[in-house]
């Protein structure tokens, strides 16, 4: 069994490369007990060079990338230039960038970019809205698409995070609209399309994580009852000793 995987995503937060160096270095002492889970930190783009120091058993993430590998693209960062700045992991199609005009052929355009350039990318796939237990077909559209063109081989490299965009933001509540078994569903429709697109097999290759929100509690729900490798957090890794809490809940889930 893979380990579980747990990404910290501070999203624009915190204000300062100091308090960045101070977060990285807290969450480092509360994750440094804990065995078997790999942990991801996702710092702002200028705090990256603050927190890598301060990194023992967590690698870094960014939080977005740019397809291109050069030239005249003001404002944008490429997958060299993550690299550089000691990156292993990039998150591609956060819903909050779909939401500013993040288009599928965009995600798409990055999940290679960083695929093939040798970085783990950790796409975001996510419906909008939901009504009842079945899972809309946008979140397999969203993999189909974003997948196109990229080779089994690189798989391996590949994070799945189902994030129902209604649910993020609910800090975990324990009475959190999305069950675990429409987890558990989501998980099927992600490992059916990837099925589909290469075969069976493939579909076990990636991991499969979530990221609706969680919480200490809820973490052990997601994983046990959701069977998911892990999750994608927000708030809660801005502090420390939550986060903690989630990434060693998450490691001794059965
Ligand atoms: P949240 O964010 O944990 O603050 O709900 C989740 C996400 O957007 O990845």
């Known amino acids: 069994m893979n380990k579980r995987l747990i990404i910290a995503n501070w999203k624009m937060n915190p204000d300062s490369g100091a308090k960045a160096r ?27 060079r603050d927190v890598a120091p301060a990194l023992v058993k967590a690698v870094l993430g960014a939080q ?14 490429s997958v060299r230039q993550l690299q550089d700045a000691g990156v292993s992991y990039v998150i591609v199609g956060h819903s909050e960038r779909r939401a500013i005009g993040e288009t599928d052929e965009m995600v798409h355009k990055k999940t290679r970019a960083a695929l093939e350039g040798g970085l783990g990318a950790i796409l975001c796939v996510g419906e909008d809205t939901r009504s009842g ?8 559209a969203q993999v189909r698409s974003a997948l196109t063109g990229v080779k089994k081989a690189l798989l391996k490299k590949l994070v799945i995070a189902y994030e129902p965009v209604w649910a ?19 998980r099927l429709v992600i490992e059916k399309t990837i099925a589909d697109i290469y075969d069976p097999g493939a579909s076990k290759i990636p991991r499969i994580i979530y990221g609706g929100s969680v919480s200490p509690d809820t973490i052990v729900s997601v994983i046990s009852a959701g069977h998911m490798d892990g999750a994608l957090v927000g708030s809660a890794s801005l502090n420390a000793e939550t986060f903690g809490r989630i990434v060693r809940n998450a490691a001794e889930a059965v």
């Open 22 to 48: 101070v977060l990285a270095e807290d969450t480092e002492r509360c994750i440094a007990p804990v065995r078997d889970a790999e942990v991801v930190i996702a710092p702002p783009y200028p705090f990256l």
């Open 64 to 77: 977005d990338v740019f397809w291109e590998g050069s030239g005249a693209y003001t404002g944008e960062v």
């Open 133 to 140: 237990n079945v899972i809309p077909a946008a979140v397999g």
């Open 168 to 186: 993020i933001s609910t800090s975990g509540a324990s009475a959190g609209p999305c069950t675990p078994d429409m987890i558990f569903q989501a």
